[in-house]
């Protein structure tokens, strides 16, 4: 946020008028409502000297000789005028104001136009800098009223106020009243909507919850712009599309995108999450791919990489990939999916080796081990795994029990084998299968003696 003045000198008279801006374009400076010639003689002067003073920077000095021309106006009389027409005229006032403001006292400055505004309520630029001090004093709320004012008050009606008056709300975070006031611009004055104030229209809509009001202008806002701007409401617009599960909507944006800007790797990832989000793994490890080729991939999203290759039938692909992260640092999930693309592509040996280089294996990982030495017919060291597995995995006991019965059976270790398939037997969903196992075991053994 960031303010700023804009100084403005007014001929002899010296009077500053100061412009306001809320991130956006400055109000535009406003002549003087008063011609110097229908000032009082006593204003004019002492407006005079107060304007040379302000236009040397001596601000201090400034606002006590306006000040004590003021105070004049409580201890002396004219027979012609009353002393609050000449002594406090809407002019001093303002021009204390701008001095305050000028100083950096805008609490001052704030009292000063609101007595200007008092005397003369239909002063745009008293109103205009009224709002500069409130907005000084963080009163984005108060600014708001004082620009609305300075809109109905002028004659006519300046859009520009009534954006920064929609702009200070939306700074308030008074969004909803931000947004009627941006719906009075454009109601009445829709040829006046730069591209700027309709951006601020965006965020006051979607800070709002209001994001299908909000698509429209995103999508002009995107035509209208070139470069870096282009490409950040484009993301806007797919973000919001995304957000409001407009797939359809999003898909056919991002091939526009990746065909406009071919070489753009943020089109090509967006392209791959939203084939990701409806599943369509194919097209998203194509657009991955490429994604890529065009920016150096994070963990992360090598890690998608090699997932996407091993769910379409590609473990050979995935192997490296799988690796490579597994050397940068244990991970339990990497280690599972880099054994299931060995076995797939033929080498469980090269997958017990990964599985046995990994530190401090959890139960899962025991068991997996225990398959796998199981696939390679090492059965003694399966079944004594498989027994390690269970005393550790009480969620898969039962089938360790029941495949290190098996595994002992191989090497002709029916004692084992038994008690093994007794100890499965103890499980619901095991125990079917081990009393099954022990019938044929124990008529295998009736039949070798």
Not at 136 to 149: H, K, S
Not at 291 to 312: C, N
Not at 318 to 329: D, F, I, M, R, S
Request: hydrophobic residues 45%; aromatic residues 8%; neutral net charge.
């Amino acid at each position: 946020m960031r303010s700023g003045l804009c100084t403005k000198r007014w001929g002899w008279l010296g009077v500053l008028a100061i412009a306001f801006m809320i991130l956006w374009p400055a109000v535009t400076e406003a002549e003087p409502l008063w011609d110097p010639g229908d000032l009082p003689a006593a204003v004019r002067l002492v407006l005079g000297e107060a304007g040379e003073l302000m236009n040397q920077q001596k601000y201090g000095p400034a606002i006590e000789k306006l000040l004590a021309f003021e105070a004049r106006g409580r201890s002396a009389g004219d027979e012609d005028r009353s002393p609050h027409a000449v002594y406090s005229h809407p002019m001093i006032h303002f021009a204390l104001g701008n001095a305050y403001l000028l100083q950096a006292d805008a609490g001052a400055a704030r009292n000063a136009f609101e007595r200007a505004v008092a005397r003369h309520p239909d002063w745009v630029p008293a109103w205009l800098n009224l709002a500069k001090a409130h907005y000084d004093l963080n009163a984005p709320g108060e600014a708001a009223r004082c620009f609305y004012a300075a809109y109905e008050k002028g004659g006519h009606q300046n859009p520009e106020h009534l954006y920064l008056g929609a702009a200070a709300l939306l700074m308030d975070r008074q969004y909803e009243a931000s947004v009627a006031r941006f719906d009075q611009l454009l109601a009445h004055h829709p040829d006046h909507m730069q591209p700027e104030w309709r951006e601020h229209l965006v965020h006051a809509l979607l800070s709002s919850d209001q994001p299908r009001r909000a698509l429209p202008h995103i999508r002009l806002l995107a035509r209208m712009y070139e470069g870096d701007k282009r490409i950040q409401w484009q993301e806007i617009l797919l973000h919001q599309y995304m957000h409001l599960e407009m797939h359809a909507e999003a898909l056919t944006l991002v091939r526009i995108l990746v065909n406009e800007a071919p070489t753009l790797a943020k089109w090509w990832k967006a392209k791959a999450h939203l084939h990701l989000n409806t599943q369509s793994y194919a097209p998203a490890l194509v657009a991955m791919t490429i994604y890529g080729f065009l920016s150096p991939l994070s963990r992360d999203e090598q890690r998608l990489l090699a997932d996407l290759r091993l769910q379409l039938g590609i473990p050979g692909q995935a192997v490296p990939v799988y690796e490579t992260l597994l050397a940068e640092g244990a991970d339990k999930r990497l280690l599972q999916n880099l054994v299931t693309a060995l076995r797939q592509v033929g080498r469980p040996d090269a997958a017990l080796r990964h599985l046995e280089a990994y530190p401090d294996p959890d139960s899962d990982l025991l068991m997996l081990r225990a398959d796998l030495l199981y696939a390679l017919e090492q059965y003694a060291d399966a079944a004594e795994a498989y027994r390690r597995a269970a005393g550790r995995n009480t969620r898969q006991a039962g089938q360790a029990w029941l495949m290190a019965g098996y595994a002992a059976w191989q090497i002709k270790d029916l004692t084992a084998s038994r008690r093994d398939f007794q100890r499965a037997a103890d499980y619901d969903r095991q125990r079917q299968s081990a009393l099954q196992a022990m019938r044929r075991l124990e008529a295998q053994a009736a039949k070798a003696n």
